[in-house]
């Protein structure tokens, strides 16, 4: 039987976590993920090298590696020193090498990809050193995607500072696309880098395939305090455009009041409700389970149940 093709959307840790679960179905998966990243050591290496952020791919290639955790986890490893190498990451500082001797992020990932044994497709939404930009409902202009949640502000829109040229392999996957994934992550700097783009809009709407959102089980602060589900969906609907979300998962899990406490006190977060009286009436299908694990004291999706809920769509 032929696989099935998924394009997953998205960045950072959230699109790391759905893909460490996915990669054991049989699929194949395209992973584009944004390059504007301007923070820790993806910062300091875009300043020095004008390249594009390393570090959300570095991270998703670490999580589709089929090596052994105890290699794969090398590229996560953080130098500690005195010198300027001091909390870069081994697997950016690799990635920023091979891109300075390709001149292309692209064929840099493929390479890296043979060296992790990498089994899927993983691309860069763009080849270009870009800026993300917010502006605030009330009219500030704030520049770099570390500073938009640091700004604890709200936003009205999301923008780039330069003109972003996609990748073309990017609207190639999503037009041969069985399921279209935006991933969970942080909404404003992970999520939307990609529906800012209006080609990608386009290619989104044209394709045949479904759309699937998967909602964070956190709101995050400076982003999306006190966002419920469907908030998150209306927020993706000023990009994407209106009904064109088909189904959305989220999760019901029932969480220790301790554990959700030390997360409010502490980073200032709280669980996304399912407001279900605001999504009756909606276009959109609602997936809902327990789909949280708190088994090393921090909230995390189990990436296998989640990734089975996904796979279970798709072969409907």
């Known amino acids: 039987m032929k696989r099935k093709k998924i394009v997953i959307l998205g960045g950072g840790t959230g699109t790391s976590s759905v893909l460490r679960g996915l990669k054991y179905f049989p699929i194949d998966i395209t992973a584009v993920i944004t390059v504007s990243d301007n923070g820790s050591s993806t910062g300091r290496l875009r300043k020095e090298f004008s390249t594009p952020a390393v570090g959300d791919v570095r991270h998703v ?64 939404l763009s080849e270009d050193s870009l800026t993300l930009m917010g502006e605030t409902v009330d009219g500030e202009i704030i520049e770099g995607e570390e ?33 279209i994934i935006l991933s969970m992550g942080s909404l404003y700097t992970s999520l939307m880098p990609h529906l800012i783009c209006p080609d990608v809009v386009d290619a989104i709407k044209k394709s045949k395939a479904n759309v699937m959102y998967i909602c964070n089980a956190m709101t995050q602060p400076g982003e999306t305090d006190n966002f419920t589900v469907n908030d998150h969906v209306n927020a993706i609907e000023n990009y994407l455009g209106k009904d064109e979300i088909d189904v959305v998962i989220a999760t019901n899990s029932k969480l220790d009041q301790e554990i959700l406490d030390k997360y409010a006190d502490e980073e200032y977060k709280s669980p996304v409700e399912i407001d279900y009286q605001n999504i009756i009436g909606k276009n959109y299908e609602l997936l809902e389970d327990d789909l949280l694990t708190t088994a090393d004291g921090t909230i995390r999706h189990d990436s296998l149940k989640l990734s089975s809920i996904i796979f279970s769509y798709l072969m409907r």
Not at 109 to 118: A, C, F, G, P, W
Not at 152 to 178: G, L, M, S, T, W
């Open 147 to 179: 500073s938009i949640p640091q700004a604890n502000k709200q936003y009205k829109r999301i923008f780039y500072k330069e003109n972003p040229h996609v990748c073309p392999e990017v609207f190639e996957k999503i037009a041969e696309a069985d399921l």
């Open 61 to 124: 290639l670490s999580s589709l590696s089929t090596l052994p955790d105890e290699i794969k986890d090398i590229m996560e490893y953080r130098l500690s020193t005195y010198s300027d190498l001091n909390g870069h990451a081994l697997g950016n500082l690799l990635l920023t090498s091979l891109l300075k001797e390709t001149n292309s992020f692209k064929t840099s990932i493929e390479y890296m990809s043979k060296l992790l044994h990498v089994e899927h497709t993983v691309l860069p």
